[in-house]
T-cell receptor, first 116, second 113 residues
Framework: AQTVTQSQPEMSVQEAETVTLSCTYD???????LFWYKQPPSRQMILVIR??????QNATENRFSVNFQKAAKSFSLKISDSQLGDAAMYFC?????????????FGEGTQLTVNP | NAGVTQTPKFQVLKTGQSMTLQCAQD?????MSWYRQDPGMGLRLIHY???????DQGEVPNGYNVSRSTTEDFPLRLLSAAPSQTSVYFC????????????FGPGTRLTVT
């Protein structure tokens, strides 16, 4: 079974600075997809960014980008120019490409605080 | 579109009681899932469905039942509530595509005393 690990339970960053959240995963599969979700205090799960394992190019979405290291099984999230609205719990998630359906395996989460 | 809706938003049960958490989606998505979120453990998959009439167990299925009689609805039943089932429950739906991107409902906070 696949596992996802987020080793940083809490992180903090100053407004306008850059922060990187770590995620590692364990799998024997070659076809899979990785995601970062944001969960603000409202509890709503919001997709931030996604990456296909067979694409070498790192995904970017505005101020959010990933550093995908397939050999190291690492998928970190970089938030540039941090804003107060970025404060939330962030979850890394894995989806197997070898099974049908939409089952996600989540990491434990990282609580991000943004200081003004 | 309302997206994915869940009712109720909050619920308190006594040990041994049963109840059904409702989930509906109006996006005609084939796939639906139930997750529970506990502190320090992220979200864990309880049950999922790949279409009407087809369900399967996820990582933590014990104590829960599901059925999928229509594409739109995917209720989660707690048969005999236990304090260990105190959690926040999320329903999600997705469509067949490269990413099978999941759309989450707003969650139900359940407390079992």
């Amino acid at each position: 079974a696949q596992t996802v690990t987020q080793s940083q339970p809490e992180m903090s960053v100053q407004e306008a600075e850059t922060v990187t959240l770590s995620c590692t995963y364990d799998t024997s599969e070659s076809d899979y997809y990785l995601f970062w979700y944001k969960q603000p205090p409202s509890r709503q799960m919001i997709l931030v960014i996604r990456q296909e394992a067979y694409k070498q190019q790192n995904a970017t979405e505005n101020r959010f980008s990933v550093n995908f290291q397939k050999a190291a099984k690492s998928f970190s999230l970089k938030i540039s120019d941090s804003q107060l609205g970025d404060a939330a719990m962030y979850f890394c998630a894995y989806r197997s490409g070898e099974t049908s359906g939409s089952r996600l395996t989540f990491g434990e989460g990282t609580q991000l605080t943004v200081n003004p | 579109n309302a997206g994915v809706t869940q009712t109720p938003k909050f619920q308190v049960l006594k040990t041994g009681q049963s109840m059904t958490l409702q989930c509906a989606q109006d996006m005609n998505h084939e796939y639906m899932s139930w997750y529970r979120q506990d502190p320090g453990m992220g979200l864990r998959l309880i049950h999922y469905s790949v279409g009407a009439g087809i369900t399967d167990q996820g990582e933590v299925p014990n104590g829960y039942n599901v059925s999928r009689s229509t594409t739109e609805d995917f209720p989660l039943r707690l048969l005999s509530a236990a304090p260990s089932q105190t959690s926040v429950y999320f329903c999600a739906s997705s469509y067949k595509g490269v990413f099978y991107e999941q759309y989450f409902g707003p969650g139900t906070r359940l407390t079992v005393t």
